[in-house]
């Protein structure tokens, strides 16, 4: 499994965008990018997947250079119910595919 | 459609007892995982079933742990006995044939004293 390395911690305010870079290195050719979103008490849940270049859906942007070797995840406008924890996950879908969880990005969004 | 169930939802033992948590996840699903988050820790994969086999229980401590999923459909992660480093929230969840997306519970927050 690639290892990723994400920061800690970012502070935001409401209507901002939000960017969180993600490092893996080392990931492989069959390797896909998943961000999870966590709030407290409860337990993850997906936000988005990419293999390459830019994927959009209704809640996020995710960004992947052409090296794969970082990604980036785009929440734009945020509110203060985007306040969470983010988890950068990277890992071979189609074989075996396993989710090995960081200690992700706590994101505080504030009024 | 329903989500994954678990219960209890929290939990209280002394170090030396025992515990079972239960999931049932969602319909259909052929993959079921069982997760340790320790608190300000992402989730630490325990052990991932195929229906009702294992595919992977390399972090599982066999010593104390132990999760069956009989019938291919829910299952049971039991502790016995539990010590105090096993506080910690335990989640299931579960994915489909066609996508490697997993569907979490609510947790199961098990404190050891």
């Known amino acids: 499994l690639a290892k990723t390395t994400q920061p800690i911690s970012m502070d935001s305010y409401e209507g901002q965008e939000v960017n969180i870079t993600c490092s893996h290195n080392?990931?492989?050719?069959?390797?896909?990018i998943t961000w999870y979103q966590q709030f407290p008490s409860q337990g993850p849940r997906f936000i988005i997947q990419?293999?390459?270049t830019k994927v959009t859906n209704e809640v996020a942007s995710l960004f992947i250079p052409a090296d794969r070797k970082s990604s980036t995840l785009s929440l734009p406008r945020v509110s203060l119910s985007d306040t969470a924890v983010y988890y950068c996950?990277?890992?071979?879908?189609?074989?075996?595919?396993?989710?090995?969880f960081g200690a992700g990005t706590t994101v505080t969004v504030r009024a | 459609e329903a989500g994954v169930a678990q219960s209890p939802r929290y939990k209280i033992i002394e170090k030396r007892q025992s515990v079972a948590f239960w999931c049932n996840p969602i319909?259909?699903?052929?993959?079921l995982y069982w997760y340790q988050q320790i608190l300000g820790q992402g989730p630490k994969l325990l052990i991932q079933?195929?229906?009702?086999?294992?595919?992977?229980d390399s972090q599982l401590p066999k010593d104390r742990f132990s999760a069956e999923r009989l019938k291919g459909v829910d299952s049971t992660l039991k502790i016995q006995p539990a010590k105090l480093e096993d506080s910690a929230v335990y989640l299931c969840?579960?994915?489909?044939?066609?996508?490697?997306?997993?569907?979490f519970g609510p947790g199961t927050r098990l404190t050891v004293l």
């Open positions: 996950l990277v890992g071979d879908m189609f074989n075996d595919y396993k989710l090995s």
């Open positions: 319909s259909g699903h052929a993959t």
């Open positions: 969840a579960s994915s489909g044939q066609l996508s490697n997306e997993q569907f």
């Open positions: 990419g293999y390459k």
């Open positions: 080392n990931i492989a050719t069959n390797d896909y």
């Open positions: 079933f195929q229906n009702n086999g294992v595919v992977d």
